[in-house]
């Protein structure tokens, strides 16, 4: 970043656009300093502004019954019973990850960490959604390794749980790879904090880290443009973490918390400083003084610039009870951790920042925080969307062996085990996971009370590229989907919407069209959302964008987390029942892209009725101890979804698939969605399918456990320890 | 790493007065601290967490348990830093005269690295940190030996980056656990855990107190914990 005069070249350097910059010199009257430009920049940036999303984010239903705090916080807030609340949200780091794939995704933890526990919130679980290119390619598996990596030396060090999340490939994220990181916390419902700094006169503390010169610009520039030949030399931009520091850091917040004398709190996250400073005094309607000469740095020399964009990593602010900044200092002094006062709160609803006593920066709040620029950009359908969305079954060759296709998909990239990645991630650490990764979701037991957690994050691109509106809904449905067959009731919805450039009419168009599918299955669900973070510029120049990824984190609720029910086929001899009605559907199906290599046709048909009452099915149906196992169908239709269940409950299945009129490939393969596959005592089945009908659920009987095969009419037959090594082995195989 | 340690406070019963009384050692970066407390307590110890720069141990201990987690971030070297703590010193002297000491993965590197275990822990084979449930066989574990006769296999999860015992096989130790199935991170002869010779020092890989709640899957670790506390019942010295 040149350091020079401040003109509209300077202005342009810094990713503002012209009248962006005329805005600014009206808003102070004045050409502004460095410092202040810098300010400006990254609190306008794509990344810290939403401008190019606010106004569609706003059509999203973000109230219910649960819901103590929605979007506008750290992270949402909901109500659980026994005076707790989950705090949850997911957040993007791919720009970083990309560029620096290990500090990338570790940040990505850390920064989503912060956001948890700078509510009060003691972290419990984490979940990555992560996106690659072909895994055929070295250099995505480098990216991969160096991922997982990230997020396990962050995670495990740290101290929290990973236990879900997402692994997908698609040549769509060759130049883009997606990282996003999703936390959940508990927290007592009267023991939230905000970031506010209230009380005229209270001292603002700074906590944690140093600051260092890593980080500058992460937000304005990298995160908030599209990638290009020079890209690489911006990995000075990415941050680099210290879990250990993260560590003490969450130990010392939450035990200042415990005093009492903390009136408002915000971690340093994208732009450091000087985001977090503005929001705090902008919540609160107030102004801050901040003495730059007292905030800790790693070395001399550093400007005021470089100090108040810095995004070095493990930093928290906290407004305190004047009087008792001495007594907060001493309590974290504990942790050996840098704490001291840096400035203070004023009323005068401007920031003022000082350095070697003179101001280098003097600007009104409101208008920077509050009034960011807000666009409405022009949206059209992309070129030839509706030639990929047609797909006449005829044309599809007939499946010549149903079995071979069963292993090929099993043994595919897209859906083979995931454990190559989970196993390198501590799943257990804090005594709270009931269940662990590799079914559909995770559940934990929540700390100091006999209910549970089920957390599931789910999207598939393809679906969304060739129909975003439907794959938006399908993401939502199937996200709750997730939840429901572990027993847990849905709750809200956190997610992290991944786009490419949105100066581009088509990317727009994918983008508002995905949030209108979002808005309509979170009503339809009564899932309302109530945090996230939207990731534009998601491309790299010439390549195209990504696909349309809107990843949904979803949250659900377990009475007793002892009710929890797994995947897994659980005893022999019992009756496996298919949920749900198998439409002929294959388009822009797995079987399609990995038979055929057709990206095409329309996704699956949604029925958010059926969706409804299904999940209130496998609700009712955990919460009477009825099931033995609950799976969930998606990508590979009924087949392999019972090839899972028996493979990692290491117990075969003999059965046949409802539809004789069907295609086969569809019976077996297709992705019709609102199905699940679930195992009961044969003793049981009665009160199954009882309960089945109350609740309007299509259910069939279609076989029973048992064996060493998995015998699937029509037309599979294979042995239950082949399908395991070939659908367990895979990612190794390919990685190692 | 906990700063307002919850313990669990165990029922009160006829055996109340001879109810083993554990001390956690807790180090910036630890976090298993409160799950091994929770699992202690819940098999019928009186725990107390013990902050690692404290110069003396609380009265009246009569066992020590080192948590897992990431002492000082394993920076330089896992358990590296840790054992300069000054309550290191402490259970450095009582372990000399016989006070029970369990050191659980990280806890387990540190007693390596301040001399109380034979052997060091090194980078696993492949490299890679691993969360797994894995079986053990127990063979010798000291005078922890209560309900636990040699052979028996339990099924625990091991987590771990650095989890690979090497000892020099000419000079054995006393294996205390060894792997039954897969080796799973390169231990030389599979050890998984240790004894000292004089058998009140027992490190190991796997985390017992990660199953002790059939909530959480396999409960076979509580007859290690177990047999850990019948071996902190009584003084404190060596029988």
């Known amino acids: 970043m040149s350091v020079g005069a401040v003109n509209l070249e300077a202005a342009r350097n810094h990713g503002l656009s012209d009248e962006e910059y005329a805005r600014i010199l009206e808003i102070l009257g004045r050409t502004p300093t460095l410092p202040e430009l810098g300010i400006f920049s990254v609190m306008w940036s794509e990344h810290c502004s939403y401008k190019s999303s606010k106004r569609w984010l706003a059509t999203l239903p973000t109230k219910g019954r649960d819901v103590l705090y929605g979007p506008g916080e750290n992270a949402g807030v909901v109500a659980i019973g026994d005076g707790l609340a989950a705090v949850f949200k997911i957040e993007s780091h791919n720009h970083p990850s990309f560029v620096e794939p290990h500090a990338g995704a570790a940040t990505g933890v850390g920064g989503i960490l912060r956001d948890i526990f700078t509510m009060g919130a003691r972290p419990l679980a984490s979940l990555d959604s992560i996106r690659f290119g072909p895994l055929e390619e070295a250099h995505q598996r480098f990216l991969l390794r160096g991922v997982v990596k990230g997020i396990a030396d962050y995670g495990n060090s740290f101290g929290c749980a990973t236990v879900g999340g997402e692994l997908s490939f698609h040549p769509g994220y060759r130049n883009n790879i997606l990282v996003n990181a999703m936390n959940l916390g508990i927290v007592e419902v009267d023991r939230i904090f905000l970031a506010k700094a209230s009380g005229v006169g209270n001292p603002l503390l700074y906590l944690g880290s140093r600051t260092g010169r890593d980080g500058i610009h992460g937000a304005s520039l990298l995160a908030s443009s599209d990638f290009d030949e020079a890209s690489a030399e911006m990995r000075p931009t990415v941050q680099i973490g210290d879990p250990f520091t993260e560590n003490k850091l969450l130990e010392a917040t939450l035990s200042a918390l415990q005093t009492g004398a903390v009136v408002g709190i915000q971690d340093l996250g994208a732009a450091g400083l000087t985001c977090s400073s503005f929001e705090m005094a902008s919540n609160a309607g107030t ?75 003097d600007i009104p709040v409101d208008p920077v925080a509050a009034s960011a620029p807000v666009y409405d950009r022009p949206r059209a359908e992309p070129a030839g969307l509706r030639e990929r969305q047609q797909l006449e079954l005829g044309e599809i060759p007939a499946e010549k062996d149903p079995g071979g296709a069963l292993l090929d998909l099993l043994s595919s990239p897209a859906l083979c085990s995931r454990s190559w990645v989970y196993e390198q991630y501590d799943q257990l650490v804090q005594s709270s996971t009931v269940l662990r990764p590799g079914g559909d979701a995770a559940v934990m037991r929540v700390p100091g ?126 009756t496996v029942l298919l949920l749900g009605e198998t439409r002929e559907e294959l388009g822009a199906s797995e079987y399609l892209a990995r038979r055929l290599g057709w990206e095409r046709g329309r996704p699956p048909v949604v029925d958010l009725a059926a969706e409804r009452c299904l999940q209130e099915f496998l609700v009712e ?11 969930d169908l998606s990508e ?33 393969f297709g992705e019709s969605a609102g199905r699940a596959v679930i195992s009961c005592d044969p003793a049981r089945v009665e009160a199954v399918l009882h309960l089945a009908v109350r609740h309007g659920v299509p259910a069939a009987v279609i076989g029973r456990t048992g064996g060493d095969r998995i015998r699937i009419d029509p037309g599979v037959d294979v042995g239950l320890r082949e399908a395991h090594d070939l659908w367990s082995g895979k990612l190794s195989e390919m990685l190692d | 790493m906990s700063s307002v340690a919850q313990i669990v406070t165990p029922k009160q019963g006829a055996e109340a007065d001879v109810r083993p009384r554990v001390g956690i050692v807790v180090f910036p970066g630890s976090n298993d601290d409160r799950d091994m407390a929770s699992a202690l307590a819940g098999l019928g110890a009186e725990v107390e967490m013990v902050w690692h720069r404290d110069r ?49 993965c990280n806890g387990f590197q540190i007693l390596c690295e301040s001399g109380l275990l034979p052997g060091a822990l090194v980078p696993n084979r492949d490299r890679r940190f691993v969360c797994r449930d894995v ?32 000892i020099d096989l000419k000079r054995p130790a006393r294996v205390a656990l060894r792997y039954a199935g897969p080796n799973p991170n390169g231990s030389n002869d599979a050890i998984a855990g240790v004894v000292s010779e004089a058998g009140n020092v027992l490190g190991l890989m796997p985390h017992p107190e990660h199953a002790v709640d059939p909530l959480l899957g396999s409960t076979d670790g509580a007859p290690l914990l177990r047999a850990f506390l019948a071996g902190c019942r009584g003084d404190g010295t060596e029988a």
């Open chain 1, 621 to 631: 149906a955990a919460a009477g101890k009825l099931l033995r196992s609950a799976h």
């Open chain 1, 449 to 574: 009370s006999a209910r549970g957690l089920a957390v599931s994050t789910d999207c598939n691109p393809r679906y969304c590229e060739l129909d975003p509106y439907r794959g938006a809904q399908l993401a939502v449905a199937e996200a709750a989907r997730n939840v429901a067959v572990t027993g847990a009731r849905p709750l809200a919805v956190t997610n992290c919407l991944n786009f490419g450039n949105p100066e581009r009419p088509e990317i727009m168009w994918e983008f508002v069209e995905c949030v209108r599918g979002m808005a309509d299955a979170c009503s339809a669900l009564e899932v309302p959302v109530v945090s996230g973070n939207v990731s534009f510029y998601n491309e790299t120049r010439g390549e195209g964008a990504i696909p349309p990824t809107p990843t949904i984190g979803m949250l659900g609720l377990l009475a007793e987390a002892s009710d929890a029910v797994g995947a897994a086929f659980a005893a022999v001899g019992d």
């Open chain 2, 56 to 104: 003396t141990l609380p009265e009246g201990l009569t066992g020590v348990a080192i948590p897992g987690g990431f002492s000082y971030g394993d920076y330089l070297r896992a358990g590296a830093m840790a054992r300069f703590s000054p309550v290191m010193r402490q259970v450095e002297a009582r372990a000399a005269t016989g006070l029970p000491v369990l050191g659980v």
């Open chain 1, 287 to 361: 102004g801050i003084e901040m003495d730059l000469d007292r905030v800790p740095v790693r070395e001399v020399g550093m400007t005021p610039y470089e100090i108040l964009l810095s995004e070095s990593q493990e930093r928290m602010l906290l407004v305190v009870e004047a009087g008792r900044e001495d007594e907060v200092i001493a309590l974290c002094g504990r942790w050996e951790l840098a704490c001291t006062v840096v400035g203070r709160i004023t009323d005068d609803g401007r920031m003022r920042v000082v350095s070697s006593g003179e101001v280098v920066v």
């Open chain 1, 636 to 668: 590979g239709g009924a087949a392999v979804a019972l090839s899972e269940s028996a493979i990692s409950g290491w117990i075969g299945f003999e059965g046949a698939l409802p539809g004789a009129g069907l295609r086969v490939e569809a019976r077996l």
């Open chain 2, 135 to 166: 079986w053990v066989r127990v063979e010798d574990p000291g005078r922890f030996d209560a309900g636990l006769s040699p052979g028996r296999e339990l099924e625990i999860p091991i987590k771990h980056a650095r989890g690979a015992y090497m």
